[in-house]
């Protein structure tokens, strides 16, 4: 299956080279946003030619760009930096940047990030411990003007915020930030979060599914089979065309290889027919993020 393309939806870059910008997490001993770092983490860089060599052969067709840098006082100079990472290799195809969605200067910031042709999105980490409807009001308003999307992370059981938002800006895709997957991979975990999901999904249009960190720290020794029931509880909450797949690279780098985590994402979708298939592995990111199919040409190692 891999002359079906993939869009991976969920790539970090970075380069401590670069004046202006850090990247705290590749420091050892960092702790934080229910991270740790470790081993696998401290390259100097890592930029799209280094993905291109995990990536060979696994029909890699696009790739978003999510922001990493950390601490940074203004995410707009992390945004610029990775459109001419962009302008210079071909990749990313598109970027989303950082931002805190109740910060009082939100509109501007949005505004600067807009203005970078490959910003599709913005994802708010504080989202997971502080989201309010009202308090992201201004930043959910100017995400509709200006057409990008906005990722968060929930627990699954406090997802009714994720709902009162989508019910009142629905012209603004909301992108559940990997998965909003429990620590805790067991099946009374895998039942509440699913459980959660369809609730979710059927009562909203916009909320987007992506599928990322799935083999990762909740799973370290993950096998097809164990990521599996996880995948495909998404795809039965959310259908094809609201789901899409992420590798959170190089972050779950020390739980496998590239190719063995695409090569399992193809087995889980190897039963859905092909229409569906192709909507997860690469239709649905490329209708959330606006990415030109004919960028499918220039696959990277196929």
Sequence with gaps: MTDEPFVDTHVHLWDRSVSGLRWA????????????SGDGYSNARYLPPDLMV?????????????????????????????????DGHGLPDVTVGRC?????????????HSRHARLRGVRDLTAYERLTADGAATALETAAALGISVEVRRS?????????????????????????LPPARDARSLASWSAA??????????????????AGRGDPDWTTGSIRPWILAAVEAFGPDR?????NWPVD???????????????????????DRQAILAG????????????DSQYIGM
């Design 25 to 36: 997490w590749l420091d050892a001993g960092f702790s934080g946003y229910r991270f740790d």
């Design 54 to 86: 995990e990536a060979e052969g696994t029909g890699l067709g696009g790739v978003v760009g999510v922001h990493c840098a950390e601490p940074i006082p203004d995410p707009e100079v992390e945004t610029a930096w990775l459109e001419r990472v962009g």
């Design 100 to 112: 805190e969605l109740d910060q009082p200067d939100i509109a501007g910031l949005l505004e600067r």
């Design 156 to 180: 699954h059981d406090q997802l009714g915020v994720v709902a009162e938002i989508a019910h009142r800006w629905p012209g603004v895709p909301v992108v559940l930030s990997h998965a909003c």
């Design 197 to 214: 999901l369809g609730r979710l999904a059927g009562g909203t249009e916009s909320v987007v599914c992506k599928l990322s960190a799935v």
């Design 243 to 247: 789901c899409m797949l992420g590798s």
């Design 253 to 275: 780098r020390r739980y496998g290889s590239y190719r063995k985590l695409i090569d399992a994402y193809r087995d889980v979708l190897s039963a859905l027919d092909p229409a």
């Design 284 to 295: 649905t990111a490329r209708r959330v993020y606006r990415i030109d199919p004919e960028d």
